[in-house]
């Protein structure tokens, strides 16, 4: 059976609804999933949940849906944020593509002493975003948030959100990643003294890892809760994708179904 094709649509969503497609949705659905007149497509905006919806019209230029039946209630995914230093751009758009299947409720890019990329584009990681929610039958989509320093980050912190900061650095000055002396406790450990369902942030830092200044500063916070990934050192795309899966399995919502 050829499952039906999802659609993100920013626009209420009820029974009897007709909606008129975009250049760009209707191009996705008549010329790349090739649907006609009559064939269904599933439909989401994030409040309303899943329906299902008919191709009412599929004409050369434009498509128009006729809203059917309600499929799934909505349903939020975990209060978890993501935050990371941005990287070269098809690792960005991997992080982001990632976090979004993973449930991450906020994405959004800090800029720290040894961030490498000056510019990010925020319309390329939203597109990015919607594409993975629609693929992976996600019912919400991720915030994206503006880029901003990590001293504005840590300045305007909830104290009420711990923020696991993925810091694999020792303590000891002038041997490899600061030696043994120091390190943090394996994610795992660390997230096993909270409730499931604790409103948590992560923080993935450059590549070579943060500033030694930037490290004392977010060691420093109350709400800071240093872990380690593990004897390897990972890429902070895969670091990324690491530690929300281990939130997700310890705290968040894997212990539920679709």
């Not at 009897?16 to 007149?37: D, I, N, P, Q, W």
């Not at 992976?136 to 504005?152: F, N, Y």
């Amino acid at each position: 059976m050829t499952v039906e094709p999802r659609l993100y649509l920013n626009t209420d969503l009820s029974a009897g609804a007709e909606l008129a497609l975009g250049k760009e949705e209707s191009h996705y659905l008549l010329t790349v999933m090739r649907r006609k007149a009559g064939d269904g497509v599933r439909v989401f905006n994030g409040r309303d949940g899943e329906w299902r919806a008919e191709v009412a019209d599929a004409g050369k230029r434009a498509a128009r849906l006729s809203v059917q039946t309600r499929l799934r209630e909505q349903r939020e995914s975990p209060d978890v944020h993501l935050y990371f230093s941005p990287v070269k751009r098809a690792r960005t758009d991997f992080i982001v593509e990632k976090a979004t299947e993973l449930g991450a409720a906020r994405i959004a890019p800090v800029m720290t002493r040894r961030t490498m990329a000056e510019t990010v584009r925020l319309d390329r990681l939203a597109a990015h975003a919607r594409e993975a929610a629609e693929q992976t039958e996600r019912l919400d989509l991720p915030q994206i948030g503006e880029p901003c320093t990590l001293a504005a980050l840590i300045d305007g912190w909830a104290k009420d959100r711990p923020l696991l900061f993925c810091d694999e650095a020792g303590d000891e000055g002038g041997k490899p990643w600061g030696g043994e002396a120091g390190r943090a406790r394996p994610i795992l450990e660390a997230l096993q003294r909270f409730e499931r369902g604790t409103p948590f942030a992560i923080l993935i830092g450059p590549e070579g890892g943060f500033d030694p200044a930037e490290r004392d500063i977010l060691r420093d916070q109350d709400f800071v809760v240093p872990v380690t990934l593990g004897p390897r050192i990972l890429r902070a795309d895969t670091a990324a994708a690491a530690a929300l899966t281990v939130y997700q399995a310890v705290l968040g919502d894997w212990n539920t179904s679709l």
